[in-house]
């Protein structure tokens, strides 16, 4: 079974704070995924990655970056937190074969809040 | 654009009857589908998938989905339900081929089940 492991289930930080979350999956895929969760929003999708130190922007990236230094490691950073940052943080990862995607798999989430 | 939209955020039915959860899609490309299931708490579970073949298919803890070309729809079933399917279920839709499988998500739509 595919686990996406993101490293802490409940965070709590300050206004302007440089905040760092991580996420590591253990197989092997080339494709991950940070989202945010929003009630009556669904998720929204920040940055996603295909391939080591490669980066996307999805529909929401301001006020983040990623870094994806090794395969089954993408980090979210939130250079400066603000208060409207304050949500539930998904990763995903899946795998591409032969140019066909295959679902993605997710961890339990961040719920991330900045006071 | 592209779009998925959930029209019932929030649905309750009695536990033993028969559920539908609706979902319509707006894609450019021939759709690739899924449905998710998220528990409190939890990250987000892969029910069921469709890109081609017949058009009824089945998941896991007795879901089927049915794809309808020419509605844009492809909405959830289940015949009986249990009193553990309560969660939030979320439709999706991405590309089959390439693009590393980014996936655009509906806002969801949240189950209760009464006793």
């Known amino acids: 079974d595919v686990k996406v492991t993101q490293s802490s289930r409940y965070l709590v930080k300050r206004t302007g704070e440089k905040v760092f979350l991580e996420c590591v999956q253990d197989?092997?895929?080339?494709?991950m995924f940070w989202y945010r969760q929003d009630p009556g929003l669904g998720l929204r999708l920040i940055y996603f990655?295909?391939?080591?130190?490669?980066?996307e922007k999805g529909d929401i990236p301001e006020g983040y970056s990623v870094s994806r230094e090794k395969k089954e490691r993408f980090s979210l950073i939130l250079e400066s937190a603000s208060t409207n940052q304050t949500s539930m943080y998904l990763c995903?990862?899946?795998?591409?074969?032969?140019?066909?995607?295959?679902?993605?798999?997710f961890g339990d989430g961040t719920r991330l809040s900045i006071l | 654009a592209q779009s998925v939209t959930q029209p019932d955020i929030h649905i309750t039915v009695s536990e033993g009857a028969s559920l539908e959860l609706r979902c319509n899609y707006s894609?450019?490309?021939?759709?690739?589908l899924f449905w998710y299931v998220q528990s409190p708490g939890q990250g987000l579970q892969l029910l069921l998938k469709?890109?081609?073949?017949?058009?009824l298919v089945q998941g896991i803890k007795g879901f089927e989905a049915e794809f309808k070309r020419s509605q844009s729809s492809f909405n959830l079933r289940k015949p009986s339900v249990h009193w553990s399917d309560a969660a939030e279920y979320f439709c999706a839709v991405g590309p089959y081929y390439n693009q590393g499988g980014k996936l655009i998500f509906g806002q969801g739509t949240e189950l209760s089940v009464k006793p």
């Open positions: 995903a990862s899946s795998l591409t074969d032969r140019g066909r995607n295959q679902p993605q798999h």
């Open positions: 469709y890109f081609s073949g017949d058009t």
């Open positions: 990655s295909y391939d080591v130190k490669m980066k």
């Open positions: 197989m092997d895929h080339e494709n």
């Open positions: 894609y450019g490309a021939t759709p690739y």
